[in-house]
């Protein structure tokens, strides 16, 4: 008779499942989590100034970029396609 033994990985899961449960369990409120993960520093002191005052250089603003193409924009119109050549008969 052979005896059955659980997945490890499947054991793995409940443990951590089970942990997270208890874990959020300990908290007054779910609202105070995210108050958990944050780090605030002060800003760095000093006076901010734009870094590419003119733009940034390599890039002309006058032709419409994808990225920074409004959104619903119409596409530009397509060029007609060119002219078939004639047939040649035999």
Do not use: H
């Amino acid at each position: 008779m052979t005896t059955y033994r659980p997945d490890r990985r499947l054991l793995l899961r409940t443990g951590m499942l089970a942990g997270l449960g208890l874990a959020l369990a300990g908290c007054e409120t779910l609202q105070d989590i995210p108050a958990m993960f944050e780090r605030r520093s002060p800003p760095l002191a000093g006076d901010r100034r734009p870094v590419f005052p003119e733009g940034v250089p390599g890039i002309d603003r006058s032709i419409q970029q994808p990225a920074n193409s409004p959104i619903g924009a119409a596409p530009p119109p397509a060029e007609p396609p060119p002219a078939a050549a004639p047939a040649r008969g035999r």
